[in-house]
């Protein structure tokens, strides 16, 4: 497959801690001014669920455990994958615009895109659905997505 015709694979995290959002002000580029969950893309030979730790540390100084797949958005030119995260450790970059805001405001911030403000509410549902059998091992399953 020629670079060219290469779809981007790019990661997003929600990070939820004491009902605020870590987010990110992005300062240059198309997405100056835009108030975002984390996101990159992932390098080569490297697992989505791997690359989010190492996005989330490099642009806010926060280490992060990826927890669950909120949604996936795919199109001819991305594949998006979306997790929850849970914060670890970590000081925001002093220099780095690093907010945790509320999450409804989040929610309702003009300048947040608007796959960001569905996986944040994705992030905060947790829908039991019914037990299911998995080859005769009982488990109660969680729904974590978008209704």
């Not at 959002?21 to 001014?33: D, M, P, Q, T, Y």
């Not at 992060?64 to 994958?81: H, I, M, P, S, W």
Request: net charge negative; hydrophobic share 40%; charged share 35%.
């Amino acid at each position: 497959m020629s670079n060219e015709m290469r779809k981007t694979q790019t990661v997003a995290a929600v990070c939820i801690r004491e009902n605020k959002v870590l987010c990110i002000e992005h300062v240059f580029g198309k997405a100056e001014r835009v108030i975002d969950i984390p996101y990159g893309e992932v390098l080569d030979g490297e697992m989505p669920w791997d690359s989010i730790k190492r996005i989330v540390l490099e642009q806010t100084n926060i280490e992060v455990e990826t927890k669950d797949l909120l949604g996936v958005k795919f199109d001819t030119d991305d594949l998006y994958t979306a997790f929850s995260v849970e914060y670890k450790n970590g000081e925001e970059k002093p220099e780095q615009r690093v907010m945790w805001i509320p999450v409804p405001a989040v929610c309702l911030r003009i300048e947040t895109p608007e796959i960001s403000k569905k996986m944040v509410k994705a992030a905060v549902r947790d829908v039991k659905i019914k037990e299911i059998d998995c080859d005769g091992i009982g488990e109660t399953a969680k729904l974590y997505g978008i209704r």
